[in-house]
């Protein structure tokens, strides 16, 4: 594993575009909250440490990871962002069905960023224990979230 005990939320905040005049959206799975909490956190407080303002992050939360896809569409449809951070987290159980919630979010998320000119950031964790999901959600790993929030700032910069 390349990344082992490393933390790849470090940023050089001045090699980031300042995310002042920018919009996010955030769409946040209610499955695993404890762990799509964090990773939303993470991603918040990324956005605003690189100067987004707080009332220029729109949160909507949905049931699970699967709907993601139709979460951030809507919010692409109905409001003015500069990119969007679909959260989530899916782990591993005893059936497939990890794997197809797994692969239809991906692909989801990859068919809007195809469909629209605002760029969606998928932040899916898809892990196979509850302490992986934790270590790349504010642990040793650091938080998805932040690097997300990062992802989106760089993106919206990119469409702009």
């Known amino acids: 594993m390349a990344t082992e005990n490393k933390n790849l939320s470090i940023y050089d905040k001045s090699k980031i575009p300042n995310a002042k005049s920018l919009r996010f959206g955030i769409v946040v799975s209610e499955w695993n909250e404890a762990i799509t909490e964090a990773l939303y956190?993470?991603?918040?407080?990324?956005?605003?440490?690189?100067?987004?303002?707080?009332?220029?992050?729109?949160?909507?939360?949905?049931?699970?990871?699967?709907e993601l896809t139709f979460g951030a569409k809507k919010m692409l449809t109905t409001e003015e962002v500069d990119a969007v951070?679909?959260?989530?987290?899916v782990i591993r159980g005893e059936t497939s069905h990890f794997d197809f919630v797994c692969s239809a979010?991906?692909?989801?998320?990859?068919?809007?960023?195809?469909?629209?000119d605002v760029p969606v950031i998928f932040c899916v964790l898809t892990d196979d224990t509850l302490q992986q999901a934790e270590d790349r959600s504010g642990g040793k790993h650091g938080n998805k979230g932040t690097e997300a929030a990062i992802a989106a700032i760089q993106m919206a910069v990119l469409g702009n």
């Open 41 to 66: 956190k993470g991603a918040f407080d990324a956005l605003v440490d690189c100067g987004a303002q707080q009332e220029n992050i729109i949160r909507w939360s949905v049931p699970g990871s699967f």
């Open 105 to 116: 979010t991906a692909q989801g998320i990859k068919d809007l960023n195809v469909a629209y």
């Open 85 to 89: 951070i679909a959260i989530g987290s």
